[in-house]
């Protein structure tokens, strides 16, 4: 079988699967083959060697079963850095790319600032903050050793040193710190609800995906507690499921922030909501 057969047959499995499969069984043939896809498309007769061709029948069984992409080559692209994934983590997503954005808004360029991000996962996040903000000092934290296992490892690669990873359940772990900016993407879908659930892949660690009380427990949490780790005039700012816009906003103002605004994503859903710490 050669390279365009390959491709052909991979499109045709994946086909009614995955929303590119054209794209994603060339990805996957490139991924196999250890060549870009400009080769794939100016080699087109060359003939798949009978291992690699095993190889990437596996990997679209894979697919078509729905295990996801990212995990498939290790990596995701994130805020134009090659992050390594795993299982063990929630795949970065575009969207989430909204919260670093608004994020940069409120730290400055050359100046000390303290960040705290809750549930880093694979670091995205942190590491897109470290990259962009060399003189912010950032702190962030996971409640799996795994997770920050991969974090960690991210940072090597990028080396962006000026972030600390510490094992913790939320604040449980931090003392007395206080920071200038929390922010984070917790898991916010609720079990039950299809809405906020599509798109996310069975394969990936529930604790980071689902929460209880409707998809709000750990939002909940941490807007309870922010406060107390929170400068005068610092910031919370989260990343929560489209049709949650409104609790988020009423949690925040029930438990003493003030200017609370919503950003929508690029689908033009409420996305990201950021309030100001009221208290000294």
Aim: hydrophobic fraction near 40%; aromatic fraction near 6%; charged fraction near 20%.
């Amino acid at each position: 079988m050669n390279f365009t057969a390959a491709r052909s047959w991979a499109s045709q499995q994946l086909r009614g699967r995955s929303d590119s499969p054209q794209l994603e069984a060339e990805i996957l043939l490139c991924h196999v083959l250890g060549i870009d896809r400009v080769s794939l498309y100016s080699r087109p007769e060359t003939v798949v060697a009978p291992l690699q061709l095993s190889q990437f029948e596996q990997l679209i069984a894979q697919r078509c079963d729905g295990y996801p992409v990212a995990y498939q080559l290790g990596y995701q692209e994130f805020w134009s850095m090659k992050l390594g994934v795993s299982p063990e983590v929630l795949i970065p997503r575009a969207d989430t790319e909204l919260l670093v954005e608004k994020a940069l808004d409120l730290v400055p360029q050359d100046q000390p600032c303290r960040v705290l991000e809750l549930g880093t996962g694979s670091g995205a996040i942190a590491l897109a903050l470290a990259h962009e903000r060399p003189a912010a000092s950032i702190v962030a934290t996971d409640i799996s050793r795994a997770a920050l296992d991969v974090a960690k490892e991210n940072a090597r690669t990028h080396d962006l040193s000026q972030i600390k990873f510490v094992h913790s359940n939320w604040f449980d772990e931090l003392g007395q710190q206080v920071f200038d900016l929390i922010l984070s993407n917790p898991p916010y879908v609720a079990a039950d609800d299809p809405h906020l659930a599509a798109g996310v892949s069975r394969y990936e660690p529930e604790l980071a995906v689902l929460a209880a009380a409707q998809g709000l427990a750990a939002l909940t949490a941490i807007i309870r507690d922010a406060d107390a780790y929170l400068e005068p005039q610092g910031h919370l700012l989260l990343e929560h499921g489209w049709q949650q816009r409104e609790a988020v906003v009423e949690l925040m103002r029930c438990n003493g922030f003030t200017d609370i605004l919503t950003h929508a994503d690029l689908a033009g859903h409420p996305r990201v909501t950021n309030g100001t710490c009221n208290h000294g």
